[in-house]
Nanobody, 119 residues
Framework: QVQLVESGGGLVQAGGSLRLSCTASGRFFSVHDMNWYRQAPGKQRELVAA???????NYADSVKGRFAISRDNAKNTVYLQMNSLKPEDTAVYYCNARFGLFAGDRDYWGQGTQVTVSS
């Protein structure tokens, strides 16, 4: 079984910073793309940032210049550094990754971590 476990969420004032982490564990051959999504109350889940195994990144327009995604392939961990946080960044943040398994590639999700930005 494959698991993704997030950590690092919390309550922060506007303008502050948080760093999210997500570590993969279980039986898999490789971890391909790793992504961070978020879902605010009453809204659809949206892609925040993505990173390939080789380190190429992509960001939602709303977070460009403020958020930075990175990964440590040796630790099967992806990070999201969030700076200059705004109240509209408040959401549950989910880690997502595609794994290479014996039966083929498959996507898994973490349980989510709450980020609350107060004004």
């Amino acid at each position: 079984q494959v698991q993704l476990v997030e950590s690092g969420g919390g309550l922060v004032q506007a303008g502050g910073s948080l760093r999210l982490s997500c570590t993969a564990s279980g039986r898999f051959f490789s971890v391909h793309d790793m992504n961070w999504y978020r879902q605010a109350p009453g809204k659809q889940r949206e892609l925040v940032a993505a990173i390939t195994r080789g380190g190429s990144t992509n960001y939602a327009d709303s977070v460009k210049g403020r958020f930075a995604i990175s990964r440590d392939n040796a630790k099967n961990t992806v990070y999201l550094q969030m700076n200059s946080l705004k109240p509209e960044d408040t959401a549950v943040y989910y880690c997502n990754a595609r794994f290479g398994l014996f039966a083929g590639d498959r996507d898994y999700w973490g349980q989510g971590t709450q980020v609350t930005v107060s004004s």
